[in-house]
């Protein structure tokens, strides 16, 4: 099966995107036509794909970024058996094409709710867009075929959509929780917590504990970082691919997970959370439902209030001062992770289902 897999939104090194869905493909003896930004983010494709080239779709400059994927789709659609498309931008680049092969939309967030954090989105815009979202996800789904990032996700369409949950690689084993890091991985903004993340470095900066942040930041947030690290206040390293990225999780006292009281953000699980549990690190969290939800069922970390930097910092100094919970959190993290959210057991279905609407007959 050849698979053309598009997105002008996401960095081409997204991890749900390459290092889950596309890897999984190629694994299971598939061909993958990756369509992403490369130029735009700097980076190249992976070997293991065929690497197409688009523009990237940013605030608001977005139409021609999908002006050139309905290109690359039309040029294509008649030499794969499968499209997978990753952003609802992207719903308008294959619409009212004939003779196109079958369509996936994977949903990976509640767009309608995504709107308030959209700084460069007028806010006397944003009512008609929602309904204009809405409007979009329900033609989708009488067209197109869906997977869902998240089961919370189901209540907006009317059918039952597989769900592939953001979940992570987990190994086979992982060091002990040290004494004197705390990392930061994913996405870097202020509705994510980034400056509550450089005052809670601030206050443990005179106890001698590095805040590590790793991600890609927002134009708003680049200020703050750049003048924190300036003041050698914490490290901040940019966007890494998932893969080298995951590795500076190893051996943290804790991860954090910070993100605001928004509305996309109360029914979606932190991806961080679980890749910090898969490498034995206990997590620190604002208080968004299923994040609360998966802490406090495995006790695989601490939450604290939100916008609260002070209670972060303090919740790092519990964990540095009592070694045998900190430990004892990140092993039994690292227990529900393996068990629960090794990516290997989704991907199974998930290609399976692609085999499935791309027509491969088992």
């Known amino acids: 099966m050849h698979v053309l897999v598009m997105t002008v939104v996401h960095h081409p090194e997204d991890a749900r ?3 889950r869905q596309i890897r999984a493909l ?12 490369y130029t735009a983010r700097g980076v190249m494709a992976r070997s293991w794909v065929n690497g197409v080239d688009l523009p990237r779709a940013a605030e608001r400059r977005r139409l021609s970024a999908v002006r050139a994927a309905r290109k ?60 204009l979202a809405r409007t979009f996800e329900g033609v989708a789904e009488r067209h197109l075929h869906l997977l869902l990032a998240e089961s919370a996700y189901a ?5 039952t959509h597989l769900v592939v949950p953001n979940e992570t690689w987990v190994p ?48 708003q947030s680049r200020p703050a970082l750049n003048a924190a690290v300036a ?35 109360r029914h979606s699980m932190p991806t961080k959370i679980v890749e910090y549990m898969a490498h034995g690190v206990p997590v620190i969290t604002t208080p968004s ?16 209030p939100w916008n609260d930097p002070r209670a972060v910092a303090d919740a790092v100094l519990f964990l540095r001062n009592d070694s045998r919970e900190r430990h004892a959190m990140g092993a039994r ?4 992770a393996r068990a629960n959210h090794h990516w290997p057991n989704s991907a199974r279905r998930f290609v399976a289902q692609l085999e499935e609407w791309g027509g491969v007959k088992n």
């Open 17 to 19: 995107i390459l290092h």
């Open 26 to 37: 190629v694994d299971a003896g598939h061909e993958v036509t990756y369509a992403a930004p």
């Open 72 to 131: 690359v789709f039309k040029r294509m659609r008649d030499q794969v058996d499968l499209v997978v498309i990753h952003d609802p931008e992207l719903l308008l680049a294959v619409a009212g094409v004939r003779r196109r092969p079958p369509v996936v939309w994977d949903v990976h967030e509640d767009t309608p709710a995504t709107l308030s954090l959209k700084p460069w989105l007028p806010a006397f815009l944003r009512p008609p867009v929602r309904f």
């Open 155 to 159: 209540g907006r369409f009317s059918r």
């Open 172 to 219: 086979d084993a992982v060091t002990t929780p040290g004494d004197d890091r705390v990392v930061y991985l994913g996405w870097l903004s202020e509705a994510r917590g980034v400056h509550d993340a450089i005052e809670a470095a601030r206050l443990l900066r005179p106890h001698r504990v590095t805040v590590e942040l790793i991600g890609y930041a927002d134009p």
């Open 231 to 265: 003041e050698g206040v914490l490290e901040w390293r940019d966007f890494m691919p998932n893969d080298e990225a995951l590795k500076r999780l190893d051996g943290a006292m804790a991860g954090l997970s910070l993100l605001h009281d928004e509305p996309n953000y």
């Open 289 to 304: 439902p299923r994040a609360v939800e998966l802490v406090e069922r495995y006790d695989s970390g601490v939450v604290v």
């Open 333 to 336: 993290g690292y227990a529900a």
